[in-house]
């Protein structure tokens, strides 16, 4: 039935929509925008960074409804009407980016899935955000085929400082609700890949997007997937609103593991192919490049159209620009690859001075009983700096606030010392075994060139039964700790300005303070895990055991134990007469084979024989006693 | 079947109303509507089994996967359910890659694949909500298994098997009268117009024994009381690849093109004993058509005939605001983005 429709609406359709295209580019011009951009920074130690960003603009505002898309994927539009969403950022992540010898991502992200949105509309409570939010991550979970179904009431947070809005609402505010979970176990793979890419206007089908290709993607070091949608409405006009998807690939490559001698690379050997165009729906398709720092030392080969100079916070950096638009203007274009020639011979790299601000995380203490999580947060700067710490405990962590402390040292000691820190700072909601996380900020001034441990004391719950999962002795995860603070200076920092929206929008975007957000590694405990075979063992061995006992017990209980003469009747036919006619004569019981013996004794033959006989007769009673037993054991 | 036929005839005349000398149908067009008793196609393939040392259960259902979504059912028909993640798995010197044999013949995992549930979610529960439609409030439209009495239902199970059981995960199993319920109720609930059920385990047929409910063709890769056996092993990975059954049902369908004139029962001799090792079950007796004329596109595909109109064709909308011309939309009045600082202040005191 669906058949003969499809064909009908084909054939109907079809001359309409030849029809509308031209209305439709033009319509893309004045309402929605698209920007494709690709950022490929070399990093110390043989590393790529490159990040690619894919920026959807929608001004609308005549629309009554946001169902009525174009460039931005239906989906997202129909979010921010359903659920009052005002901002929204999905991370899928795999592997730690290092922040010690990588400096800052342009986008930070945990490792696994980590969602956190901003809710906003009059009429809503708390309950109804958690119902929203819960819904919300439903809806991303068939869209991004992650499991982030798993995000719920017992593993979401409400943050209280560490998140601001990056969204803009028009007149009367309404209050404001955010959510925010992780889920540090999710794998990222071709199968999120594919769902993010068909979230792009031109899919994978032409642009930068193409260079995304599975294999090349999942064989790096550090590869993250982001979405996130904010709305900026006009604060005079509600019907003056712009909707923004941008979506990020943020990958590192370990040149190293690309199987080469040199340290040449190219577009064609980090993503398996050149570029075969642009976008044709993109009003912008570029590619940076930084060229100093670690990128002085390559030779860049086609030489980038433009070079532009970026001073952030009294740093400066210096990209190489490719308008891929104009690359592919002229009539006869092909192919584009851009290669990176390192220095020939063995050149001395420069190593690249640690970031102002970086943090470690990790467990303390023995056992499946108790514990504590550590963390280290180091400021290099010379300047004291403010930090805020999210720390966000699963249920089956149970932490101890009377146990935080926050102990410092200098940056050049091995050893903490004994003074704490005072924190000026402090939300607390305490954690509920199986119904909510325990959630934690704490904000505090760290001084300058030195580190603060904060360090906090856990149980590990033993589980219920069926709570634990099908692999329980991997361990359980404690997602990774937020922490965020404000730079004075530039220097490493990359993300962009929240007023821009492209990445040319970071180029001299000096501040007084820049904002920085970093995540820790996350953790995994292992909570005393049951041996799942134990019962299986239990019921083995106690059948083994009652099956060993029973059959003796039984027979010793029932078996009547019947005394019978023992037979001496021989089985020589002559003997056999012989005996039988002793026997009748006599009268009396043959009584064993002592008294044949003493016969044969009698009988005055030779001892040898005696012997042979004595033992053949001694076989013979052994045969027909062991008959007997098996009578008796029939019985 | 009236629906369907009445559906035709509007097609029929709708396109004959317009002046048209190209307005009637293809023969062959006319000829596969009548022919076939399905109006769409679904399919649900299930890998049960967690950790690396079960890659083959993996490679198993990402072959019929391939399969199926080569042959032409979208990605948003399919139900795939994968119990542990492969590709990307940090014992696999291939990320983002998995193959059917140690030749790297087939890499069954692809570029473009949509995994609907996967790892923890693949459990007995929400495989049996799947079949039965009883899914929980809220869950994404592409995990759900929106079939109706037109759909011809493709149900693949992967994993380790018992007598009467398959294993979810190593821990908790479904049993053959658990299977049987969720299709009787699939039928009771008009969720299906045929069914081809088909099981890859050790002692897979008995799986398919209580089943009651009509139209369900099955076919399992081992009888009860024998072990469903793997093809080869691939020294570089250290695991088997994939299981014996698969391997030769993934090589026939690979010959399989979209139009083709293979049919089930030819699908269902894939496997014969000497290859297979183990003895290829087959239950037809819920099955009313001979499995010989069936065209195994029936199952495996979703291609339906189409033709392409080069002629213009004048309709009139039904909302025609929404195509109105563009020319009163405005560029729209450019504001400053003011940001709300994102660093609270409080603490640098």
């Not at chain 1, 058949?3 to 109907?12: F, V």
């Not at chain 1, 009525?68 to 980016?97: K, N």
């Not at chain 1, 086609?302 to 990209?319: M, N």
Request: with cysteine; glycine share 6%; hydrophobic share 35%.
């Amino acid at each position: 039935m669906l058949a003969e429709l499809t064909l009908t609406l084909l054939l109907l359709l079809s001359p309409l929509a030849l029809g509308q295209t031209q209305i439709h580019q033009f319509q893309y011009q004045t309402d929605e925008q698209f920007h494709e951009e690709l950022v490929v920074r070399p990093l110390a130690g043989d590393h790529v960074n490159t990040y690619f960003q894919f920026t959807t603009r929608w001004h609308y505002g005549v629309h009554k409804n946001l169902y009525h898309t174009q460039l931005t994927p239906r989906v997202i539009a129909e979010i921010l009407q359903t659920y009052d969403v005002r901002e929204l950022h999905i991370g899928l992540t795999q592997g730690l980016w290092r922040y010690e010898t990588w400096g800052y991502p342009i986008v930070e992200a945990t490792g696994g899935a980590e969602l956190w949105a901003w809710f906003s509309s009059p009429n809503l409570t708390d309950d109804s955000v958690n119902n929203q939010w819960m819904r919300l991550a439903n809806v991303f979970s068939g869209i991004l085929c992650a499991s982030l179904n798993f995000v719920d009431n017992t593993n979401s947070i409400a943050p209280k400082h560490i998140f601001r809005p990056q969204f803009m609402e028009s007149g009367h505010r309404s209050q404001q609700f955010v959510r925010y979970a992780t889920l540090p176990r999710e794998i990222v793979c071709t199968e999120n890949l594919t769902p993010w890419k068909k979230l792009l206007p031109c899919g994978s089908a032409s642009g930068l997007a193409t260079l995304l290709n599975s294999g090349y993607v999942h064989n790096t070091k550090y590869h993250s997937l982001g979405v996130k949608v904010r709305t900026l409405c006009d604060s005079d006009d509600p019907n003056n609103c712009i909707v923004e998807l941008t979506q990020t690939a943020n990958l590192v490559y370990d040149l190293k593991l690309l199987e080469q001698s040199n340290t040449d690379f190219s577009l064609r050997r980090l993503f398996g192919m050149g570029l075969n165009g642009y976008c044709e729906m993109a009003n912008s398709s570029k590619i940076y490049v930084q060229r100093n720092e670690q990128g002085e030392r390559f030779q860049l080969t086609p030489p980038p159209q433009e070079e532009v100079l970026s001073k952030v916070g009294g740093h400066s950096v210096l990209f190489g620009v490719y308008d891929i638009q104009q690359q592919f203007e002229g009539p006869g274009a092909r192919l584009f690859n851009i290669a990176w020639l390192g220095p020939k011979g063995n050149s001395k790299r420069e190593h690249m001075s640690p970031p102002p601000l970086y943090a470690h995380r990790y467990l303390l203490g023995n056992g499946q009983k108790h514990g504590r999580i550590a963390t280290e947060v180091t400021n290099t700067h010379y300047e004291p700096l403010p930090v805020v710490l999210m720390e966000l405990v699963p249920w089956y962590v149970h932490a101890y606030l009377h146990t935080l402390r926050i102990s410092s040292k200098p940056q050049h000691l091995y050893e903490y010392t004994t003074n704490e820190l005072k924190y000026s700072l402090l939300h607390y909601a305490p954690g509920k075994q199986r119904v909510l996380p325990t959630h934690l900020e704490i904000g505090f001034m760290l001084p300058a060139r030195s580190s603060a441990l904060i360090t906090i004391e856990v149980d590990y719950l033993l589980l219920k039964w069926l709570e634990y999962p099908p692999d329980a002795n991997h361990g359980h995860y404690i997602g990774s700790a937020v922490i965020s603070s404000q730079l004075p200076i530039g220097r490493n920092y990359t993300a962009l300005p929240l007023e821009g929206y492209l990445f040319q929008d970071s180029f001299n975007a000096s501040r007084t303070a820049y904002m920085l957000t970093l995540r820790t590694e996350a953790l995994i405990v292992s909570l005393p895990t049951p041996d799942f075979s134990m019962p299986y063992n239990v019921i083995c061995l106690a059948c083994t055991v009652v099956a060993l006992a029973f059959g003796p017990i039984h027979s010793v209980a029932t078996k009547l134990i019947i005394v019978e003469r023992q037979t001496t009747i021989p089985r020589n036919l002559l003997r056999k007469i012989v005996h039988k006619l002793t026997t009748r004569f006599s009268r009396r019981p043959a009584n064993s084979a002592v008294n044949e013996q003493q016969n044969d004794e009698q009988n005055g033959k030779g001892k040898e024989k005696e012997k042979k006989k004595e033992q053949e007769k001694k076989q013979l009673d052994q045969t027909e006693n062991k008959k007997f037993c098996d009578k008796q054991a029939h019985m | 079947m009236l629906f369907k036929a009445l559906l035709l005839v509007l097609a029929i005349i709708q396109i004959s109303a317009e002046e048209y000398d190209t307005a009637i149908l293809p023969e062959a067009y006319i000829d596969a509507a009548e022919r076939s008793t399905h109006t769409n196609n679904w399919a649900v393939l299930v890998d049960a089994s967690r950790f690396w040392f079960n890659y083959r259960h993996v490679a198993n259902v990402l072959s019929i996967y391939r399969s199926v979504k080569r042959l032409g059912i979208p990605d948003s028909q399919i139900i795939l359910m994968i119990a542990d993640d492969m590709a990307c798995n940090a014992r696999n010197p291939r990320p983002g890659q998995v193959y059917n044999n140690a030749n790297q013949h087939i890499n069954v995992y692809g570029d473009d694949v949509e995994v609907d549930y996967r790892g923890y979610e693949v459990t007995v529960e929400n495989f049996v909500r799947l079949l039965t439609g009883r899914t929980q409030n809220g869950t994404a439209r592409s995990k759900k298994l929106l079939s109706d009495a037109g759909s011809n239902v493709l149900i693949y199970l992967t994993g380790h098997g018992g007598d009467g059981f398959l294993k979810f995960q190593d821990s908790e199993e479904i049993t053959s009268q658990e299977l049987a319920d969720g299709i009787q109720q699939m039928w009771e609930k008009k969720r299906y117009n045929e069914l081809f059920f088909m099981v890859d385990t050790c002692q897979a047929a008995s799986l398919y024994e209580k089943f009651i409910s009509p139209n369900v063709l099955a076919v399992a890769s081992s009888l009860v009381g024998e072990d469903s056996l793997s093809h080869h092993v691939d020294p570089s990975i250290g695991v088997y690849m994939i299981d014996r059954y698969t391997y030769y049902a993934l090589e026939f369908l690979e010959k399989v093109q979209p139009f083709s004139k293979r049919t089930i029962g030819e699908f269902l001799q894939v496997c014969p004993k000497r290859v297979c090792i183990s003895t290829v079950g087959v239950r037809k007796d819920l099955y009313r058509r001979d499995p010989m004329k069936v065209p195994i596109i029936d199952f495996f595909g979703a291609i339906r005939p189409t033709r392409v109109s080069t002629g213009r064709i004048n309709v009139t909308l039904a909302n025609e605001e929404d195509f109105t011309d563009v020319a009163h939309i405005q560029p729209k009045k450019q504001f400053k983005i003011v940001v709300q600082p994102q660093f609270i202040a409080k603490i640098n005191k």
